[in-house]
């Protein structure tokens, strides 16, 4: 019998503990699918973050080690100058990139640090139960923002795709969607170009994945999936802000 399908060499049988409808399932079974095809799985070390991702450790079946809160990149970077040959990549939310982390991933991508980075964007802080964040988009209502966030009071969002574009040492910098097929496989194909600019020693790519978090947005996965397309999308434009050069968009 022909086999259609089969799970990942690179995610373990672990039942992970991700929310129904949660977009991390997706997207790491996405990662594990092209570590696969590309044959890096005994070559792959990831770094985890702080959040709902804490445990990867659990999912991903290669090296992968912890850092604290938001020192993702600082980690990678050390794993990457003592080991060139690793491919090397973070896997870390909006809570732990673009609030503690902030100066990590600013100053990596400066330096063009030769790893890759999966930021995954789902407006709010979901270990903690639901509060701000620094994605959170204005009138979007959490635990810390009843009313929705007031850019008067709470400052503006941060878009982080656009804050690296101006950085030099950032070779490949995209933003995808997993609100649906299209998306979804479009992930895949950002995923894949991300890992192939390290193997070729290019300096850091970096993809942004909008992803849904159905229980802190009060929403079944469904229409979580409908609010990233109908709204996340509007403020954080789905596109490629820097492509190497030679390369397909």
């Keep these: 019998m022909k086999i ?3 799970r990942p060499e690179s995610l373990t049988p672990a039942t992970n503990t991700y929310c129904p409808g949660c977009g ?3 997207i790491q079974k996405l990662i594990a699918e092209v570590i696969d095809e590309l044959e890096l799985r005994t070559k792959t070390i990831a770094i ?3 959040g709902c991702a804490v445990l990867s450790y659990n999912y991903f079946n290669f090296d992968v080690t912890e850092a604290a809160h938001g020192r993702a990149p600082a980690v990678a970077t050390a794993i990457k100058r003592l080991l060139p040959n ?3 990549f973070t896997y870390q939310g909006d809570g732990d990139l673009a609030a503690i982390g902030t100066a990590e991933i600013i100053h990596a991508a400066a330096r063009g640090e030769n790893i890759s980075v999966f930021f995954i964007n789902n407006a709010v802080y979901g270990m903690t139960k639901g509060q701000m964040a620094p994605t959170t988009i204005p009138g979007q209502k959490t635990t810390t923002t009843i009313h929705g966030r007031k850019p008067e009071v ?3 969002p941060l878009r982080i795709c656009e804050l690296l574009s101006s950085l030099d040492g950032v070779v490949y910098l995209e933003r995808t969607t997993t ?3 299209s998306g979804i496989l479009s992930t895949k194909k950002a995923i894949k170009k991300a890992f192939l600019q390290q193997m070729e020693n290019k300096g850091m790519s970096f993809v942004e994945i909008l992803a849904t978090c159905p229980t802190n947005w009060k929403k079944n996965p469904l229409e979580s999936m409908k609010w990233v ?3 996340m999308e509007k403020y954080y434009p789905v596109k490629v802000y820097k492509n190497p050069s030679g390369t397909e968009k």
């Design 24 to 26: 991390h399932g997706i």
């Design 229 to 231: 397309k109908e709204v």
């Design 179 to 181: 609100s649906d097929i």
């Design 154 to 156: 709470h400052g503006y």
């Design 86 to 88: 690793r491919i090397v």
């Design 48 to 50: 985890a973050p702080v």
């Design 4 to 6: 259609i399908y089969q």
